[in-house]
């Protein structure tokens, strides 16, 4: 089964698109325009408490 984890080799800031491009087997930096166009079209306060959520809740990848 797959789990979400924030990516340790594909980050910019927290991991979270790397990780969930890796989840989905999608390009991270495809998520991360994505992510900007939403940015811009909301406004700056939804998308930026949207991924402070997701850094509280998307767990690290554990060391194996």
Known sequence: MK???R???NKMWG???GGLGEYL???PTL???IFLFLF????IAPALI???VALFIVPKRPIV
Do not use: M, Q
């Open 3 to 5: 789990k979400l984890y």
């Open 7 to 9: 990516s340790k080799e």
């Open 15 to 17: 991991g979270i698109f």
């Open 25 to 27: 087997n999608v390009d």
């Open 31 to 33: 998520l991360r325009l």
């Open 40 to 43: 811009l079209a909301t406004g």
């Open 50 to 52: 949207a991924y402070i």
